[in-house]
């Protein structure tokens, strides 16, 4: 067997370990500092209008079942109070559609002022997730021992907590998007062969922080880390720096600790449109493979920036 099909096995592997506990992490993002009401509620409304963001991630290009993800997000402050709310949708699918898992999100935060020019965020999201796993699909790896019913819009409730607080350069935030450990079970099968246990949703704890420097009149630098610790999975530590030049210009790169290494580019189309593009190369031996060209990603967001408001300067974060 060479190794193409060991690691396409491998894949289908991960996904169906019997009778283990598997910790199931929530959805990566390279470009996590233009999406981050998706790791942390508490930032809906923060930009102080409405913001609509689409993000496309296809990791392991060249890898047949590898993951992909699509999110939409929507968020704006509540004119006159200090009320923001949003609206999340992320779509994961595995394994050519194997599984496949949605999840719908409902946001509110509250807003303090804490001085003059700092303010701290309390995020609470509510909603859910819908599985759908077909087994026929897993058979495509040599899995044909396998025996399971498939699972169907399978709902399962969650919540999550944030805390963000940001000033004119800084900022940091505290969140757990998904409290409510969910565990997925297979209770159609009772023979030794079956799949009984599938997964279990695990809590992941976010820690986002950034700063952002004036090194002369036409160009900003803002090192920023995100740090992500789940149960059962090995920490990860996302360290990035980026640069913008003349208020329309973003590049950057970041490196994934043990894991990935990436370059990012953005341009600020208009006052209300911006584009986001990335790419990740594996640093572990799942990269060096001749059949893996690395993971892409592409953001698109639109803000209501009224032709009668003054935008003094695009938000870096």
């Not at 963001?53 to 004119?79: F, M």
């Not at 159609?188 to 420097?213: C, D, H, M, P």
């Amino acid at each position: 067997m060479n190794i193409r099909n060991k690691v396409i096995i491998l894949l289908g592997g991960l996904l169906l370990i019997c009778g283990t506990a598997v910790a199931q992490q929530d959805a990566q993002y390279t470009q996590y500092m233009f999406n981050t009401m998706s790791v942390n509620p508490a930032y809906a409304g923060s930009r102080g209008q409405l913001s609509i963001g689409a993000l496309y991630r296809s990791q392991w290009v060249g890898l047949e079942g590898a993951p992909k993800t699509q999110t939409l997000n929507i968020q704006s402050p509540i004119r006159n109070s200090k009320l923001g709310y949003g609206v999340s949708i992320v779509n994961d699918e595995i394994g050519n559609g194997a599984v496949q898992e949605t999840y719908f999100d409902a946001v509110i935060s509250y807003t303090i002022d804490v001085s003059a020019e700092g303010k701290l965020s309390f995020g609470l999201k509510a909603g859910g997730n819908l599985l759908n796993l077909d087994f026929t699909k897993l058979r495509n790896f040599d899995m044909e021992t396998v025996t399971a019913d498939n699972i169907e819009n399978r709902f399962s409730p969650n919540m999550g907590v944030g805390l963000y607080y940001h000033a004119e350069r800084f900022y940091a935030g505290l969140s757990a998007p998904n409290l409510l450990q969910t565990e997925h079970f297979d209770n159609s099968q009772r023979n030794a062969n079956s799949v009984q246990f599938l997964s279990k949703e695990r809590i992941n704890f976010y820690l986002i922080t950034g700063y952002v420097f004036d090194l002369n009149g036409n160009m900003k630098f803002k090192p920023a880390l995100l740090t992500k610790v789940v149960g059962g999975a090995p920490l990860q530590v996302d360290f990035s720096a980026n640069f913008m030049f003349n208020e329309k210009f973003t590049f950057g790169a970041a490196y994934r600790w043990d894991a990935a290494l990436s370059a990012m580019a953005g341009f600020q189309i208009s006052n209300q449109f911006m584009i986001g593009l990335a790419y990740d190369r594996e640093t572990t031996d799942l990269g060096g493979t001749q059949f893996n060209d690395g993971s892409f990603e592409v953001l698109l967001r639109y803000e209501l920036v009224k032709s009668f408001q003054r935008l003094v300067s695009p938000r870096f974060f």
